[in-house]
C-alpha cells in the first residue's frame, strides 16, 4: 500500500477538464512540496508538475497542480488522446525519512 | 538534454548480486544528486535510495536497507546500485534518476527530474 493515495483510475472525452487527486499526511504532503509525473505507456516517467505548482519547460499550461492541507492535485484541462496514461504523485516523507509515490492514476480518454 | 543511459540488468538466482550502472551525459554530473527508483511490472513507481552530489549522503528505501548500496564516481559520470542478497520481489525496471535541485540535497526539492530509459531485473530460481 503506497504512502500517498491516488485513485487508480479516471477518465474523460476529449477536450474535458479532469483533476486527479493524491491523499497523504503530515510527514509529506503537507510540510514538502508534491512532484507529478506522467507515464506514457512502455515509457520512462517524465516531470510535470515540481514544487506543487510549476512547470518545467516543455510542459504544455493544461497542466497544473495546487496542494491543499494533506492533498494535492493535478488538472487537465483540454483533454486530448495522447494524455492518456499513468499518472503518479511523489513527496518526501519526514517520518520516513524517504521520497514516497502514490499507487498511481490511470487516465483513459473515452 | 540531460542524458542518462542504465546497464547491467538480466536475470539472476535468489540471494545473488548484481550491480547496476548508469552512464550520465550532457550535464554536470558531479553538480547534482542522484536516485535509483523502481517499478515492478505492471506496479507503481517506488524509490529505491539517493546519494549526494558530493557522496557524503546515502538514503534508502526500508525495503532495501542493508541489502543495496548506491555509489558514484564523479571522474567518469557513473552512477552505480549493487544489490546483494536479492529477492524475486526485486525483480522490476531500475531507473535512475537525476535530482531535480543542483548542489546538495535539500530534504524535499531533490525531486526527480531527467530519468533514463531503465533496466530490467528478474530475480527468479
Known amino acids: 500500500q503506497s504512502v500517498l493515495t491516488q485513485p487508480p483510475s479516471a477518465s474523460g472525452t476529449p477536450g474535458q477538464r479532469v483533476t486527479l487527486s493524491c491523499s497523504g499526511s503530515?510527514?509529506?504532503?503537507?510540510?514538502?512540496?508534491v512532484y507529478w509525473y506522467q507515464q506514457l505507456p512502455g515509457t520512462a516517467p517524465k516531470l510535470l508538475i515540481y514544487?506543487?505548482?510549476q512547470r518545467p519547460s516543455g510542459v504544455p499550461d493544461r497542466f497544473s497542480g495546487s496542494r491543499s492541507g494533506t492533498s494535492a492535485s493535478l488538472a487537465i484541462s483540454g483533454l486530448r488522446a495522447e494524455d492518456e496514461a499513468d499518472y503518479y504523485c511523489?513527496?518526501?516523507?519526514?517520518?520516513?525519512?524517504?521520497?514516497?509515490f502514490g499507487g498511481g492514476t490511470k487516465l483513459t480518454v473515452l | 538534454q540531460a542524458q542518462l543511459v542504465e546497464s547491467g540488468g538480466g536475470v539472476v538466482q535468489p540471494g545473488r548480486s548484481l550491480r547496476l550502472s548508469c552512464a550520465a551525459s550532457?550535464?554536470?554530473?558531479?553538480?547534482?544528486?542522484m536516485h535509483w527508483v523502481r517499478q515492478a511490472p505492471g506496479k507503481g513507481l517506488q524509490w529505491v535510495a539517493l546519494?549526494?552530489?558530493?557522496?557524503?549522503?546515502?538514503y534508502y528505501g526500508d525495503s532495501v536497507r542493508g541489502r543495496f548500496t548506491i555509489s558514484r564516481d564523479n571522474s567518469k559520470n557513473m552512477l552505480y546500485l549493487q544489490m546483494n542478497s536479492l529477492r524475486p520481489e526485486d525483480t522490476a525496471v531500475y531507473y535512475c534518476?537525476?535530482?531535480?535541485?543542483?548542489?546538495?540535497?535539500?530534504?524535499?526539492?531533490?525531486?526527480?527530474?531527467?530519468w533514463g530509459q531503465g533496466t530490467m531485473v528478474t530475480v527468479s530460481a
Open positions: 503530515r510527514s509529506n504532503i503537507v510540510s514538502y512540496y
Open positions: 511523489a513527496s518526501w516523507d519526514d517520518s520516513l525519512r524517504g521520497w514516497v
Open positions: 546519494i549526494s552530489s558530493d557522496t557524503t549522503n546515502e
Open positions: 514544487r506543487n505548482n
Open positions: 534518476a537525476k535530482s531535480l535541485l543542483r548542489g546538495g540535497i535539500t530534504h524535499g526539492l531533490n525531486a526527480f527530474d531527467i
Open positions: 550532457t550535464f554536470t554530473f558531479p553538480a547534482y544528486a
